[in-house]
């Protein structure tokens, strides 16, 4: 018997832990139904709340209102859970009202049709719909297990989590694919004076938070962040986004590239184990017919050391593989390709490509003659996942590489960190979105945000 009372007196659960409740326990469960099927004697349904994999099967009996039960509509339901141990599903609830709080008519456009699984790029179509299809809720809570771990790992190695600017007045990396923040009345305005930028200056949202994390590395030795970056980049490809999350840390004192390699190998894998030991049973809905192959996947990456190469020897492995487009000498770009042919020279084990050529590496890197002290993290099908760096710690030749560059004296308090008592200090970014991908086996970062935006898409 289907009823429209919203007071319930059974205990309000989540659909995982009501699977957890004993035999004939009285529960209330919120979700959606992802299935409805009418026989003679009963209706089956099954109910997902997003908060689990788990979907919870409910058993009642036919009445006139059970067909305005459809797909996606949400529904409170209260009954007895029901142990069904030799059957497919653990448990079932055994309803004693139901009550539709919000129907999902089938005849009003629903995009994503019942007993269908859309495929990825379909379900980026309905961005605003799609956390309601199983795999792309498998896939956030995913992400969110993977945010959490790096915030675990972080912590466990003595870390302070600081919160960087989304503003700044800074291009960290130099290219100049900057969003330019402007006010309205900025924008607007006739006069010339009130024309004049809201801070004062052009200021932008921020590409990385790397070099106001140094500052915070002057009186707290070992720092990160988790936080959103932006490019301005014309790309449509599969990994870059306009918007995009990157951990970055900064650590001090360090003096030498082991420390930092070290550091990247152990976040990796740390977090990759932890995405195994809880994210195994979200990769069958994300990758229904290859997850066994991506746990193989990401159980190789947590046992085998990492390659290293410097990237003369990158360079020499590309030339004597006659990869198209290889550098013709040391010293020249490594692109997508190349990181991909190296990976697959080094047996598809993440590489580490060190000791780069100090014109291809921005101002804030050391440098001994003409090579930087720089490291870029290269792992399978993705290429780039993360890069680090020594910083240069000499403030009279940082000084000079800001006056070459025109940047003085606007960076001018960042060569004072050197110049007041700042330890050398070393750190990197590694991109969160990449990193998921690395994790899930997907192929595109528009899958792994729940509302990307790339060029010339940002519409919801």
């Not at 299935?35 to 997902?48: D, E, G, I, M, P």
């Not at 986004?241 to 740390?270: G, I, K, N, S, Y």
């Not at 780069?356 to 399978?380: C, H, I, S």
Request: glycine residues 6%; hydrophobic residues 40%.
């Amino acid at each position: 018997m289907v009823t429209w009372t919203r007071a319930c007196a059974y205990l309000r659960k989540s659909v995982q832990n009501a699977l957890l409740s004993p035999d004939q326990s009285q529960v209330t469960v919120q979700g959606w139904l992802q299935s409805v099927r009418l026989q003679k004697n009963y209706v089956f349904a099954s109910l997902s709340d997003g908060l689990g994999p788990e979907t919870l099967q409910l058993v009642f009996k036919p009445s006139p209102d059970a067909k305005g039960l459809n797909v996606n509509s949400f529904v409170q339901v209260s009954g007895d859970l029901v142990l069904t141990p030799g059957r497919k599903q653990p448990a079932e609830l055994k309803c004693h009202k139901i009550d539709i709080i919000r129907p999902c008519p089938a005849d009003q456009g629903y995009p994503f049709p019942a007993r269908s699984r859309p495929t990825w790029q379909q379900a980026r179509q309905h961005v605003h719909l799609r956390s309601r299809l199983p795999h792309v809720a498998a896939l956030l809570r995913t992400r969110a297990a993977v945010t959490r771990a790096l915030h675990e790992h972080m912590e466990r190695r003595g870390y302070v989590h600081v919160h960087t600017p989304a503003i700044t007045a800074n291009d960290c990396e130099g290219a100049g694919d900057v969003f330019t923040v402007v006010a309205p009345k900025q924008a607007t305005c006739e006069a010339e004076e009130e024309r004049r930028p809201f801070f004062g200056e052009d200021v932008h949202l921020t590409v990385s938070g790397q070099l106001h994390l140094e500052a915070i590395s002057s009186g707290i030795t070992h720092v990160y962040s988790l936080s959103p970056a932006f490019r301005a980049e014309s790309s449509r490809t599969r990994r870059h986004l306009a918007e995009f999350h990157m951990l970055e840390a900064e650590l001090a004192p360090v003096q030498r590239l082991p420390e930092l390699t070290d550091a990247l190998q152990e976040l990796t894998q740390d977090v990759a184990a932890t995405f195994l030991d809880r994210s195994g049973r979200e990769l069958e809905l994300i990758l229904p017919d290859a997850w066994r192959e991506q746990l193989a996947s990401v159980e190789r990456l947590i046992s085998a050391p990492f390659a290293q190469l410097t990237h003369a020897e990158a360079v020499s492995v590309l030339q004597r593989r006659r990869e198209p487009g290889a550098p013709a000498a040391p010293g020249g770009e490594l692109s997508r390709q190349h990181e991909l042919a190296l990976l697959e020279h080094c047996g598809q084990t993440p590489v580490f490509v060190t000791d780069w050529p100090a014109r291809l590496k921005p101002f804030y890197v050391r440098t001994e003659g003409d090579t930087a002290a720089a490291v870029d993290v290269l792992v399978p099908r993705i290429g780039e996942l993360a890069g680090g760096s020594l910083r240069e710690d000499d403030p009279a030749r940082l000084t000079a590489r800001l006056h070459g560059l025109g940047l003085l004296p606007r960076l001018d308090w960042y060569a004072q960190l050197r110049r007041f008592g700042g330890p050398p200090t070393a750190g990197y970014g590694l991109g969160l979105e990449r990193l998921l991908l690395l994790l899930t086996g997907l192929e595109s970062v528009r899958d792994v945000v729940p509302f990307p935006r790339w060029w010339q898409h940002c519409d919801t």
